[in-house]
């Protein structure tokens, strides 16, 4: 039952133009997905909401943008040159990869045909290509693993032009790649996924408390835009698990179908990072404090959240299925910050031209202000249910009686009640509904 609620949002998400699987035409591309008309939306909803609560709203966190490709460099000063791989094994009977942290058993024996499996060498999951017209040596560049590093490289030209106290952050949403050997599970794990990453700069001797205000403020963001607080939990990572840069990490993770899993990590960073670059580049790039008089590399602390698993999460997390006269009705209830399409326009008898005529008037005056569509494509009850599976948060009908009263019928997503509302007051009653 768990997995079938997957199999259901992965098949409304193809049915309804959430997301599709990329390159389709040609047999696909394993674990790449495109974002149809209601996926974008989605995904542009939630980086909008997370830029202006990190960015608009906070007197201390900037926005920057950074370049994909980078100097090879930074990824020698961040270690992902000598760290950043899994052991890998191969079957030598079916030729299938796995990552040796995924075999449970006998590691040497192939999970899926019983073949003898390789010894176990390291494999770099960055993805490498090269700057010029000719492969040659000494040309190489990396696809970014992390945005993060971005940020960390551009430290001194934040100071040196937004002239920042401690503590202050860089915000930033951007593609990353990583070549893994065994991505999964829809769009949770791929080799191309977008995150949304803040690096925030503190006095080192402030660093726990900020982790612990940065967890807690993560923690509710997702709350506040409605994911149930009974599906979300705070993971303290083990000394074990910790990263080689990090002093402490948190996950806020998910109950997805598929078991808990990892949304977002807040991780104390140290100074790692900025000691590394200043190491490697050779430029100075510890902060003066002009109080104190003095120079010191900052702590970091990180929030990295991933935009394609909290799509997803906040996919599964709406999906509902109720009984209503005897039918199922499939409804997406995604807070209305983040549902593709507010409002949808829709004529009660396609067949009667004054009433199509008025019904897209009111839907071209309507998309001047709102995400609104107009669908004239069935009958009514058929332009409901589809507007209720792509999270829509108001049906505006037009009648044979609007013609005379200008009034419409406005039936709300969750509720299915139902008001009628006069045409010349109509943005005003969806604007309130809205904010």
Same mark, same amino acid.
């Given at each position: ?78 270690? *992902? ?48 290509? *090269? ?31 937004? *002239? ?270 809205? *904010?």
């Amino acid at each position: 039952m768990v997995i079938n609620l997957m199999d259901k949002v992965i098949s409304l998400c193809k049915r309804r133009g959430f997301i599709f699987q990329s390159s389709q035409i040609y047999g696909g591309l394993s674990n790449t997905w495109d974002y149809g008309p209601y996926g974008v939306e989605l995904k542009n909803n939630l980086k909008a909401v997370w830029w202006k609560s990190n960015v608009y709203e906070r007197d201390d966190v900037f926005g920057m943008d950074s370049a994909i490709l980078m100097h090879p460099k930074v990824w020698e000063a961040s270690g *992902h040159l000598q760290n950043f791989f899994d052991l890998k094994s191969d079957c030598k009977s079916c030729r299938r990869r796995f990552k040796v942290a995924d075999l449970k058993d006998d590691k040497s024996k192939c999970p899926e045909c019983g073949g003898i499996l390789t010894e176990a060498r390291p494999f770099n999951l960055m993805f490498k290509t *090269h700057q010029g017209p000719l492969e040659e040596e000494g040309n190489e560049i990396y696809l970014r693993p992390e945005t993060a590093q971005g940020m960390f490289v551009n430290f001194l030209n934040i100071l040196d032009t937004k *002239h920042p106290k401690l503590p202050f952050g860089l915000a930033q949403i951007g593609k990353a790649f990583r070549n893994e050997i065994t991505p999964g599970n829809f769009t949770f794990r791929t080799r191309e996924f977008e995150q949304m990453e803040i690096e925030y700069f503190v006095n080192p001797e402030d660093a726990d408390r900020k982790l612990e205000e940065w967890i807690e403020n993560r923690f509710q963001w997702y709350i506040n835009l409605g994911i149930k607080k009974e599906n979300l939990r705070k993971r303290p990572h083990s000394k074990e698990e910790l990263a080689h840069y990090a002093k402490a990490c948190s996950d806020i993770e998910y109950n997805f179908p598929f078991g808990w899993s990892e949304l977002e990590g807040i991780a104390n960073r140290t100074d790692f990072d900025i000691k590394q670059h200043a190491e490697i580049s050779g430029r100075d790039l510890r902060y003066f404090d002009d109080v104190k008089k003095e120079r010191f590399y900052p702590y970091i602390i990180e929030p990295s959240g991933g935009v394609d698993r909290s799509v997803l999460a906040f996919l599964v997390d709406a999906y509902t299925e109720e009984e209503v006269k005897g039918d199922t009705r499939i409804v997406l209830r995604l807070n209305k910050r983040l549902a593709p399409i507010k409002m949808a326009v829709l004529p009660l008898l396609k067949n009667r031209p004054n009433i199509v005529e008025l019904a897209k008037k009111i839907a071209a005056d309507l998309k001047r202000d709102f995400v609104c569509v107009y669908d004239d494509t069935g009958a009514i009850g058929k332009l409901y249910r589809r507007q209720d599976e792509t999270g829509t948060m108001y049906c505006i009908t037009v009648d044979l009686q609007s013609l005379d009263d200008k009034q419409v019928t406005v039936r709300h997503r969750d509720t299915m009640q139902q008001e009628r509302v006069g045409i010349d007051r109509l943005k005003e009653y969806l604007s309130d509904k809205l *904010h």
